[in-house]
Nanobody
């Protein structure tokens, strides 16, 4: 049973940085995508970033582009999200996503994960 486990959330002031990590515990299949979503209070879950198995494709939500960076370490089955210049509107529970279907094209991308983490809280104060 695959159970992604997130870490690295916390409270930070606007303009600060945080780095989230997620280990895909129990995952044994090769060549799988990973990513991050978030759910803010009173809002629907939304896509944040995704990365393919060999890190040569990444996609970001427009709201985080230029501020967040996704990366992965396949030797550790771990995905990271470096979040810089954080804003109060980034406050949310951040959910790790593992495996599933990920497509990244010149004008279109989508990611439908198979496995989800329980989430880690990120709070940005103004």
């Amino acid at each position: 049973q695959v159970q992604p486990v997130e870490s690295g959330g916390g409270l930070v002031q606007a303009g600060g940085s945080l780095r989230l990590s997620c280990a895909a515990t129990g995952h044994t299949f090769p060549n799988y995508p990973m990513g991050w979503f978030r759910r803010a209070p009173g809002k629907e879950r939304e896509f944040v970033a995704a990365i393919n198995w060999n890190s040569d494709s990444t996609d970001y939500a427009d709201s985080v582009k230029g501020r967040f960076t996704i990366s992965r370490d396949n030797a550790r089955d771990t995905v990271y999200l470096q979040m810089d210049n954080l804003k109060p509107e980034d406050t949310a529970v951040y959910l790790c996503a593992v495996d599933g279907e990920y497509y990244s094209g010149p004008s279109l991308y989508y990611y439908y994960p198979t496995f989800w983490g329980h989430g880690t809280q990120v709070t940005v104060s103004s």
